[in-house]
């Protein structure tokens, strides 16, 4: 049985469209779907209902759909069998990371990942947005914050604190906070994920929960740059993970304030779609991003 054929229908199946995994393969829409009408004439089953809107998988085409996946593990499997160096690796991962963890954290570290696996390649993506990681084709992303997603399987790996931030020219006009009384009269940046987005106020914990106080504001950003970059401009205050702000702690631009009354800590999970036939490349890679981030956290 031709693998490349049932690669294809894979991923036409994963992402239920054409077009969609056409783009993730690198080819042509009609090879995709051509290759897709041979599959089917060799087995002698229907593995897809299309119509001019949607493609979704026959019965037929769901059990075929695990046996081929079954199927392309053992082949990767057998093709590495008596490849003990680990540079024997080979393939190509996409991987969705937090734009301040790649930075600070993830890529720094990444050149001796691929130092040990010279025949891996990385596709990475860099984004606030939540991305959806089997209609994307993500291989494994690393989230920050509470999970939704259901179907997938996540690996905690820790925990990071918030810390309360504000420029220097911010606390010159407005003075330091020192209590929660005293924050009913300074501005808070807001983060929403989607602009039109109920904004959260300063979260703190009062000795028994997290509790949140509404504050003003007078800008609402949905990245982490731009929140960053509200701060540092003296539009208000922020509660935000320490990575990569530290060294403007340093350098004199942020002042930590008001350390008694931080948010909750953000838990940080490794999300992945199944745990069945994972490629020895994506084990290796998320057990190295595992080690690499549990570190940081420690």
Request: with cysteine; net charge neutral.
């Amino acid at each position: 049985m031709d693998l490349d054929l049932l690669r294809i229908y894979v991923k036409v199946a994963a992402l239920s469209s054409f077009t969609a995994a056409a783009g993730q393969l690198g080819l042509p829409k009609a090879r995709v779907s051509t290759s897709v009408q041979r599959l089917e004439a060799d087995i002698g089953v229907r593995l897809l209902h299309r119509t001019t809107r949607t493609v979704r998988m026959t019965p037929d085409g769901e059990q075929f759909l695990e046996r081929a996946e079954a199927l392309l593990a053992e082949a990767e499997e057998l093709q590495t069998l008596f490849q003990k160096a680990p540079t024997s690796l080979r393939g190509r991962l996409r991987v969705d990371l937090p734009t301040g963890f790649a930075r600070h954290v993830v890529i720094p570290r990444l050149p001796e990942f691929l130092a040990a696996h010279p025949l891996l390649e990385i596709e990475l993506s860099s984004t606030d947005r939540r991305v959806d990681l089997v209609h994307e084709g993500f291989d494994c992303v690393l989230r920050i914050g509470r999970l939704h997603d259901s179907g997938l399987v996540a690996r905690p790996l820790g925990e990071l604190p918030l810390v309360n931030f504000a420029s220097p020219a911010y606390l010159k006009r407005h003075g330091v906070p020192l209590t929660l009384d005293h924050l009913r009269s300074h501005r808070l940046v807001r983060y929403v994920q989607t602009l039109g987005a109920t904004p959260s106020g300063w979260e703190y914990h009062d000795g028994e929960r997290y509790c949140t106080l509404d504050m003003p504001g007078v800008i609402t950003v949905t990245h982490t740059d731009a929140y960053e970059a509200a701060c540092l401009a003296g539009l208000g205050m922020i509660q935000a993970p320490a990575i990569g702000l530290r060294q403007m702690v340093d350098a004199g631009q942020l002042v930590e304030v008001m350390p008694g009354f931080t948010g909750e800590p953000m838990p940080v999970s490794l999300v992945y779609a199944s745990r069945r036939n994972m490629p020895k490349r994506l084990q290796a890679f998320m057990d190295w991003l595992a080690g690499v981030t549990t570190a940081f956290l420690r």
